[in-house]
């Protein structure tokens, strides 16, 4: 079993940047596939970013691409998301999930979620 805890939210201005972070504990981590989503209220949670387990493989959502990158780091467990030019419409919260067989596009794919983090962007 794997645990996530997000860290990294909070209100920030337009055109700033967060760099979100997901712990995740078990000696099994390096062998997931991890991926980051969102939900505003109202609406689906929508995919962004997913990595494969060694970070030799990405991808992206249209709305992530070319401002969010998303990255691993195997010996401290934690996965990365950097986000950059922070718009309004970005107001979510944010989770990281792990796949076992991934990393997935859909969130029905992920085995494992942590309980998200807010990120408010104000105009």
């Known amino acids: 079993q794997v645990q996530l805890v997000e860290s990294g939210g909070g209100l920030v201005q337009t055109g700033d940047s967060l760099r979100l972070s997901c712990a995740a504990s078990?000696?099994?981590?390096?062998?997931?596939?991890m991926g980051w989503f969102r939900q505003a209220p109202g609406k689906e949670r929508e995919f962004l970013s997913a990595?494969?387990?060694?970070?030799?493989?990405?991808a992206y959502s249209n709305s992530a691409k070319g401002r969010f990158t998303i990255s691993r780091d195997n010996d401290k467990n934690t996965v990365y998301l950097q986000m950059n030019s922070l718009k309004p419409e970005d107001t979510a919260v944010y989770y990281c999930?792990?796949?076992?067989?991934?990393?997935?596009?859909?969130?029905?794919?992920?085995?494992?979620w942590g309980q998200g983090t807010q990120v408010t962007v104000s105009s």
């Open positions: 999930a792990a796949d076992r067989s991934g990393p997935g596009t859909r969130h029905y794919e992920y085995d494992y």
């Open positions: 990595i494969s387990w060694s970070g030799g493989t990405t």
């Open positions: 078990g000696r099994t981590f390096a062998s997931y596939g």
